[in-house]
């Protein structure tokens, strides 16, 4: 690995898909890694192994695996964003670069409709809409989620946002996040090393702080919140499909297939579940 350039410090919601395109069009910058790239090519054993190392050096190892598959040059939005102290011991001479909104407020009006939007109350999803008062939550979603298991162990690696604090979805609570993760990147990257920067800057801090060209074209403008939650909206439709084809895939291997095999089966989701 011969090291990344660039390193996302900033959360999601904070032009990071934008900035991952932008990356990817500079010189020596790409690829570019996202969240969109852990399920593309389904690295999400990567980042388990990461947030449940108990050493830096197993941590190290996990992240290693993750950014030398396709050899990356850079690596934006979460789950990175939340190892990036990892990532700059990792690679000495990476730029770090701090995406914001323009204030606490805004970047929770931003994920208070798309990203963290069942945890802040802030979307009413199909689910909730065939399944109310929190039956989508404590019934309908585990029944999705249940074949798929390893995606609730991604939440823990969304905690590392919090640092330490206790989780609090609330407005409050989530500026107060955002703007405490702020000054801890501040405060613990060298200021010849960091860059805070807002999409409506565009090409030229990037470029500047790069030491690279400005390219003959506009600042990447994508992933805005309209776009976003039309395609939960997607998903959660998808989701009712899932549940109907694979219990009732199940219901047909237990009553007409083996019984044996499908309690084995289920077993081991259980367990799997529970792991």
Known sequence: MSGLEVIGA???????????????????TSPCYHMLENFLYNHKKYWFRANEATTMKERER???????????????????????????RMSPDAKVILSVRDSPAAWFKSVDKTIFAENTGGRMSFLQMLFPFGLHRYVIRPLIWLPFADFFRMENTIERMFRGAPKDYSQAGMEKCYSD??????????????????????????????????????????????????????GDAISIVSIAVFYGGLFYAAKFANAAGFFDCAKKMIIDFLQ
Not at 188 to 203: C, E, F, M, S, Y
């Open 10 to 28: 900033g959360f999601g919601r904070t032009g990071t898909l934008s900035l991952y395109t932008a990356l990817n069009i500079l010189d020596g």
């Open 62 to 88: 996990a992240l290693k695996e993750v950014l030398t598959e396709k050899g990356y040059k850079a690596i934006v939005d979460f789950p990175g964003c939340v190892f990036y102290e990892d990532l700059m």
């Open 181 to 234: 993760w702020l000054e801890h990147v501040k405060a613990t990257v060298p200021k010849d090393r960091l860059l805070v920067h807002n999409a409506k800057q565009g090409w030229k801090p990037i470029c500047d702080f790069l030491g690279k060209p400005v390219p003959d074209c506009p600042y990447p403008r994508v992933n805005d919140s309209a776009e976003f939650q039309r395609k939960m909206l997607i």
